[in-house]
């Protein structure tokens, strides 16, 4: 069940620093000095497991979690990226937890194969947060979880594609994220859902890795295989796979946005860019700005009050209108 619900800041004059202000009446780490550690004088030590670099979404992610884990807001960070290696990914974590460090925070690659590091880290009593994606290992062996809610980004892209298509036959090929990932089973699960009904058949689902050049091959491929009439509609679980189709379609002479309809998922500059400039049609956003929250919830847990398991953030959708308005005060 969600425990909280929180108000995107994707808007004209938000900050990273609103969205920790907007999960409840009681602020995430207001019970410490924000220039001390959880002790009230000595700074927390965080080792933090990143997934990658593979996209514009994951750098924004990234920077916010570097500024709020700073020196000035009582933080030492120990940072790690895997680059999209999951064994990687759980040896920093080992690392982590022999370093002795005060909490984990993991934004996880892939959501299953938790289940033996999370109990080293409860055994050694160190408490881990997750941020952006889930696992699947008991909910027990995480303090609590930070991010957006993949599914419903999902539902949200299906039911515009639904209502723009209607019972028209409509040929789609998918652009999957990496597979095994929460926000791609979710995204996909959301989106099939929404679409029930519709005229709308999938003819070609793969991954691209939730990157640029990912999305590129993979998009050239079926266009080899289909042409560009024999796709109606593309989905994509990120802005940056659609961006490296939209590469493909123009390679191949085609026209993204009017030949083949164009949805994605996360809403970064280039992303929204695309939408003003009429080659993506419709965008749903996955805000990255999660440091700010991320790091109150770790001093509250550190310092062993009580945190909700749960904390969901609110996204937006965006038409090409809709992102003109809004795209230049955007802060990622």
């Known amino acids: 069940m969600r425990k909280s619900f929180l108000s995107t800041i994707a808007m004209a004059g938000a900050t990273a620093l609103a969205l920790a202000a907007c999960s409840g009446s009681t602020e995430p780490g207001t019970t410490n000095d924000p220039g001390t550690g959880g002790n009230g004088d000595e700074l927390i030590t965080v080792g933090f497991a990143q997934t990658g670099s593979e996209s514009g979404w994951r750098a924004a992610n990234t920077q916010s979690m570097q500024t709020a884990f700073s020196e000035d807001n009582g933080f030492k960070l120990v940072f790690n990226a895997a680059d999209n290696d999951p064994a990687a990914q759980i040896a920093a974590v080992r690392s982590f937890i022999n370093q002795g460090v005060d909490a984990i925070v993991i934004a996880p690659i892939v959501s299953d194969g938790w289940d033996d590091v999370l109990q080293e880290a409860k055994d050694a009593g160190i408490p881990v947060i997750l941020e952006d994606r889930t696992v699947s290992a008991s909910d027990d062996l995480f303090a609590t979880w930070v991010g ?3 599914e419903r980004e999902g539902v949200y892209a299906g039911e515009w594609a639904a209502e723009y298509f ?3 036959p409509t040929r789609m090929v998918v652009l999957e994220g990496t597979t ?5 089973n979710d995204r996909a699960k959301g989106f099939n859902d929404a679409i029930a009904g519709s005229g709308i058949v999938t ?3 793969q991954t691209g890795d939730f990157t640029r ?3 590129k091959s993979v998009m050239e491929g079926y266009i080899a295989k289909y042409g560009i009439d024999g796709i109606d509609l593309l989905y994509a679980h990120n802005d940056d796979m659609g961006l490296g189709a939209i590469e493909a379609i123009e390679a191949a002479g085609g026209k993204p946005g009017e030949d083949i309809i164009i949805i994605t998922i ?3 500059r280039d992303g929204m860019q695309a939408l003003v400039d009429g080659k993506i049609n419709y965008i749903v956003e996955c ?4 440091g700010e929250l991320v790091a109150g919830i770790v001093k509250d847990v550190v310092a062993g009050n009580p945190v909700d398991k749960e904390y969901f953030v609110e996204d937006q959708k965006f038409t090409q209108d809709e992102a003109a308005a809004v795209i230049d005060s955007r802060l990622y």
């Open 287 to 290: 805000n990255p700005l999660l």
């Open 166 to 168: 209607g019972d028209t």
């Open 213 to 215: 050049d990912g999305g």
């Open 148 to 150: 957006l809610d993949f």
């Open 180 to 184: 095994g990932s929460a926000p791609a």
């Open 203 to 205: 003819i070609d689902s």
């Open 266 to 268: 996360d809403a970064v």
